[in-house]
């Protein structure tokens, strides 16, 4: 497995994502993983799974030191009391000690950047968390975290896929030591739709998917966490660990449309302002 490594983090480049993963289902998904060699797994407390995902780490057998575990705190929760209930309760659902990453899941309009920030530092002080970050922050609000506030942002968890480009992000993400985890890896399934991706899969006797996957995991600093829920799935994408893109794959991969995005809910911040 290839390991990112920061000031900041040891982390498996890739992890198992575990969005719309429930009860049993999820349970299994995140056993089977690990079994398989997954040693990166993702939730958050929005996805309602912390449970089963715990149960799933319990029943793999596998030491939790071993495991990457990242969870999130949503955004009407991050005032500084709400946010510290939040990470306890994903612990003890979790029913672990503590979090490798912890993250505010998105920016909220209005919020209280610093204090959030000052509570997050604060359980990693106190070890609850052994890293901290965010997830869908455009480079501004990056930089009010990372220079603004001093804080030592980890991660950046934002949807990036053969699709869609994060070049302002990825450079700030580089300079500062901030590692940028791709969700919606796979764009949510809809490579299928794209001959060029065929084409480079049939090239390398693999599918778009991995093909996809092995795009990301080529990149310095980024991570990716694909949602496989079946067996079949988790060893392809473990299998794109060890796929080669020569050129000719990625001025293709390129060329293709790169202004998708299939996560813009109505609290996202706006992505393009640049200050
Ligand atoms: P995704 O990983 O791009 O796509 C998941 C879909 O791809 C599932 O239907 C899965 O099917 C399928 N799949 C997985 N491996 C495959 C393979 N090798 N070949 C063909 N199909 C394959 O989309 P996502 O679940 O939206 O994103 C991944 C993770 O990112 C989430 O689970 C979550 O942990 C995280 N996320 C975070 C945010 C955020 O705001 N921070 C937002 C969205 C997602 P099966 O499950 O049936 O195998």
Same mark, same amino acid.
């Given at each position: ?57 319990? *029943?793999? !057998?596998?030491?939790? +030191?071993?495991?990457? %575990? ?9 005032? =500084? @009391? #709400? ?103 796979? *764009?949510? !399934?809809?490579?299928? +739709?794209?001959?060029? %991706? ?9 599918? =778009? @998917? #991995? ?65």
């Amino acid at each position: 497995m290839k390991i990112i490594r920061t000031r900041h983090l040891a982390m498996p480049a890739l992890g198992l994502g575990t969005w719309r993963l429930a009860g049993e289902a999820c349970m299994q998904s995140v056993a089977r993983a690990l079994g398989l060699g997954y040693r990166h797994i993702d939730t958050a407390a929005m996805y309602a799974n912390e449970e089963a995902v715990g149960r799933g780490l319990r *029943a793999s !057998g596998v030491a939790r +030191e071993e495991i990457f %575990l990242t969870s999130k705190v949503w955004h009407d929760h991050l005032d =500084p @009391a #709400a946010l510290r209930r939040s990470c306890e309760a994903s612990l003890a659902a979790l029913d672990t000690p503590y979090l490798d990453l912890f993250l505010i899941h998105w920016p909220a309009p209005g919020m209280e950047l610093g204090a959030a920030l000052e509570a997050m530092m604060r359980l990693r002080r106190e070890g609850k968390v052994r890293a901290i970050g965010v997830s869908n922050f455009t480079v501004a609000l990056m930089r009010r975290a990372v220079e603004g506030f001093g804080a030592p942002i980890a991660c950046n968890q934002v949807e990036y896929h053969v699709l869609r480009e994060q070049n302002a992000v990825l450079h700030f993400a580089r300079a500062h030591e901030v590692v940028v985890t791709a969700y919606c890896p796979l *764009a949510q !399934g809809r490579l299928a +739709e794209y001959p060029e %991706l065929a084409a480079i899969a049939a090239k390398h006797a693999t599918t =778009p @998917a #991995a093909i996809a996957l092995a795009w990301l995991l080529e990149q310095d600093q980024v991570a990716a966490i694909p949602k496989a829920g079946r067996e079949s799935s988790q060893r392809a994408n473990l299998a794109a660990l060890g796929l080669h893109l020569d050129d000719a794959d990625r001025a293709t991969i390129a060329a293709l449309p790169k202004n998708e995005r299939f996560v813009d809910p109505a609290w996202a911040p706006a992505w393009d302002k640049a200050a």
